[in-house]
């Protein structure tokens, strides 16, 4: 991970750079060993004694940019202010390592206005992209050759991936986990975390302000509700009816809450729970798809195709060890 104020680090951005430390940098050795090596690179190489500058911190590394070169994946966290709001360059010697770390074969992230450095490097040229919503408009301004989408929670464009600030910083980097090691280890993080396992990078970045916040924390009980009975027939009535709305106002409600509709919505859980069996058990496909409340196993393949983009056969071979060593046999299913 880039680190580009090593001093005086203004406490806004310090969100942005705990939450790669807190998703890589911890080790779990009982969801997957080995875990990542999270290594934070300075634009100075480490080692100054400088002290912080007014509110700010200051943060020592022995790794540098040049370190970015061989990497895995590089995470660009933010830049600096002046950058932004001055029309700064961004620090010298980062917009080459960028560019040469991402030759040698990087996947190349940005959380929030890291996407300007993503940028100013060429990286996103071409590719659609995002950024918090207070920046994108300067972003699209500044790289016309950017497809700036100022909507979503974060963009993945395979090799290169861009986020929205702050909280959607984190949604990106579970989803990095998933894409890595599956949804059961990005789940049980998650769960750990105490925040949401799965949004998907689709969601709006907005939430309507409108609605009474004491109604949208009255989502989370129905929600949960849902979640334990994804192998049942489920229907926006029902939902509305469990949370005492009619259907109109929880469609409204929930649509304001998590930007998708009650069906996407359903749709998203039964996808990830079907993600969940395929990695953890060695049920049958049709099983698989009875479960997780998607129907025959057709009807599975079918939206796992359209919505993960591989069929649930070649997803399940990808985590050959998980769904070895797990039982055959169905989850346990609340009374």
């Avoid at 961004?90 to 990087?106: C, E, I, N």
């Avoid at 106002?249 to 079907?274: D, E, H, I, V």
Wanted: charged content about 20%; overall charge negative.
């Amino acid at each position: 991970m880039v680190v580009t104020e090593e001093i005086g680090v203004p406490s806004w951005d310090l969100y942005e750079l705990s939450i790669p430390c807190t998703v890589f940098g911890k080790p779990q050795p009982d969801l997957a060993d080995p875990w990542y090596d999270l290594r934070l690179c300075g634009i100075t190489g480490g080692g100054e004694d400088d002290a912080a500058t007014g509110a700010g911190f200051s943060l020592r590394t022995p790794y540098g940019l040049d370190d970015l070169v061989g990497a895995d994946t590089v995470i660009v966290p933010s830049v600096p202010d002046a950058c932004l709001e001055e029309g700064a360059p961004l620090p010298p010697g980062l917009v080459d390592a960028l560019r040469r770390a991402h030759a040698a074969g990087a996947r190349m992230v940005s959380l929030c206005n890291g996407a300007f450095a993503l940028a100013a490097a060429g990286l996103l040229d071409g590719r659609r992209a995002t950024a918090h919503w207070q920046h994108t408009a300067q972003l699209a301004a500044r790289h016309p050759r950017v497809r700036v989408d100022d909507s979503v929670l974060y963009v993945d464009d395979g090799d290169v991936l861009t986020s929205a600030g702050l909280t959607a910083g984190l949604d990106l980097c579970l989803h990095l986990v998933r894409r890595d090691l599956g949804a059961h280890v990005a789940n049980q993080l998650a769960r750990r975390m105490v925040v949401p396992a799965h949004r998907p990078g689709g969601q709006a970045q907005f939430i309507d302000l409108s609605v009474p916040a004491t109604d949208d924390a009255g989502l989370s009980p129905v929600l949960e509700w849902a979640r334990e009975r994804l192998d049942q027939p489920l229907t926006v009535t029902d939902l509305a009816r469990r949370a005492a709305m009619s259907p109109r106002t929880f469609y409204r409600r929930l649509q304001a809450a998590t930007g998708t509709t009650p069906l996407q919505w359903l749709l998203n859980q039964r996808l990830a729970r079907a993600q969940s069996l395929l990695e953890s058990t060695g049920l049958p496909i049709e099983k698989v798809g009875e479960l997780s409340g998607l129907g025959t196993a057709n009807n599975l393949r079918h939206h796992f195709l359209k919505q993960v983009g591989v069929s649930p056969s070649d997803y399940r071979r990808a985590f050959p060890q998980l769904s070895a060593a797990v039982p055959d046999r169905a989850p346990a299913r609340p009374a």
